[in-house]
């Protein structure tokens, strides 16, 4: 059986006993890149940023804030509120983490579909040049294969034989002068490897504060990502072949770097504002 409808209430009268920790409203980020702006992107957001999806977080409640502009209230079971005041700024956090993840997911998307239409540009340049001047092209190739060692017979010699087949010469053309080979990933996939990346990587800090509160969190907070930091350096050992504890170090010295940073900035711009 299903409740009748109405708006969420709990079942029992609550009684707030702790002091808030509302979110700091902050700016609305860095401005667009002038190179991003060249290339357009923002006439592509509407239909790869997820424009348009609602997505529900039922949490602490989610504060209004610049960067959640569409942020629609759905009821708070705890208060009296519409769920747009959130006591504990947990909601908030992974709303905020969602957002995040997703534009980065779509700029990491659109940074790979970019890459994939200048490169396929330039191939179809290379293309037509080959039609166009198939010996200077020969001579070209020929160039590269001597500036590699081979000498001025046997680099003319192996040109003309790579010139004979065009498909052949347009690989080595593209590969030896623009220096391009085959796409690791598409661009698809390079979204959500990075959205879900950026997803798991903001959601470690954050975590604690779901469990725990005050100093508590904090100390967790900080321990679990200074040792994420060093996992993944040392992870890097596999494919660096440095050492695991020396490419562990090199990480976690990057990471408490940035948080000392982010910590003392993140102080000021709260004792400005408030």
Same mark, same amino acid.
């Given at each position: ?79 009296? @509120?519409? !769920?747009?005041?959130?006591?504990? /700024?947990?909601?908030? *956090?992974? +709303?905020?983490? $969602? &957002? ?5 997911? @779509?700029? !990491?998307?659109?940074?790979?579909? /970019?890459?994939?239409? *200048?490169? +396929?540009?330039? $191939? &179809? ?150």
């Amino acid at each position: 059986m299903l409740p009748e409808d109405g708006p969420p209430v709990p079942p029992h009268p609550t009684e707030q006993r702790t002091l808030c920790v509302p979110a700091v409203a902050g700016g609305d980020g860095a401005d667009i890149p002038r190179s991003q702006q060249d290339l357009g992107f923002d006439s592509v957001w509407p239909i790869t940023r997820g424009a348009g999806q609602r997505i529900a977080v039922i949490d602490t409640g989610v504060s209004r804030h610049p960067r959640l502009p569409a942020l629609e209230g759905g009821g708070d079971y705890v208060g009296t @509120s519409d !769920g747009t005041d959130d006591c504990d /700024s947990h909601g908030t *956090v992974v +709303a905020g983490l $969602i &957002a995040d993840a997703l534009s980065m997911g @779509s700029s !990491g998307y659109l940074a790979a579909k /970019s890459e994939q239409e *200048v490169y +396929a540009n330039e $191939i &179809a340049m290379e293309r037509d040049e080959i039609a166009l001047m198939p010996e200077v092209e020969r001579d070209e190739l020929a160039l590269i294969y001597e500036a590699k060692g081979m000498s001025g017979e046997s680099a003319r010699a192996l040109a003309t034989e790579v010139m004979a087949d065009p498909e052949r010469m347009l690989e080595e053309q593209t590969r030896e002068e623009l220096g391009i080979g085959e796409p690791h990933m598409s661009p698809l996939r390079e979204g959500w490897v990075t959205g879900l990346a950026t997803a798991i990587g903001a959601l470690i800090p954050v975590f604690p504060f779901l469990i725990w509160t005050g100093m508590t969190a904090v100390i967790v907070s900080f321990a679990v990502s200074m040792a994420s930091h060093w996992i993944v350096g040392a992870a890097r050992s596999v494919f660096t072949g440095r050492s695991v504890f020396r490419s562990g170090l090199d990480m976690f010295v990057v990471g408490l770097g940035v948080a000392v940073v982010g910590y003392i900035v993140g102080e000021r711009v709260a004792t400005w504002i408030g």
